[in-house]
Nanobody
Framework: QVHLVESGGGLVQTGDSLTLSCAAS????????MGWFRQAPGKEREFVAR????????YFLDSVKGRFTISRDNAKSTVYLQMNSLKPEDTAVYYC???????????????????WGQGTQVTVSS
């Protein structure tokens, strides 16, 4: 069992930056691929970014490439999502998730993730 707690959401203006954090507990953190997803009102939850257990591999949604960075600190069992140049279309509830599959590349969709946080709201005003 893995418990995930997100923090860092808030209300910002277009062009601002925000960093989300997700603290994990309950299982060897370094064995997990960690992902960030988001869900806007009336839309399905979508993949945003993921990072392999050793931090050596990352993958991003096309629309956030070059603006978002995902990183992790295995000593602190924490994963981060640094979001720069935020746009109103980035407004959503952001969720942290953990995937226990052996290969990070297998952690590409919502159903691949075993554990989820409660979500944190990010609102970008225009």
């Amino acid at each position: 069992q893995v418990h995930l707690v997100e923090s860092g959401g808030g209300l910002v203006q277009t062009g601002d930056s925000l960093t989300l954090s997700c603290a994990a507990s309950g299982r060897t953190f370094s064995s997990l691929t960690m992902g960030w997803f988001r869900q806007a009102p009336g839309k399905e939850r979508e993949f945003v970014a993921r990072i392999a257990g050793n931090g050596g591999s990352t993958y991003f949604l096309d629309s956030v490439k070059g603006r978002f960075t995902i990183s992790r600190d295995n000593a602190k069992s924490t994963v981060y999502l640094q979001m720069n140049s935020l746009k109103p279309e980035d407004t959503a509830v952001y969720y942290c998730a953990a995937c226990s599959k052996v290969f990070s590349a297998s952690c590409s969709s919502t159903i691949a993730y075993d554990y989820w946080g409660q979500g944190t709201q990010v609102t970008v005003s225009s």
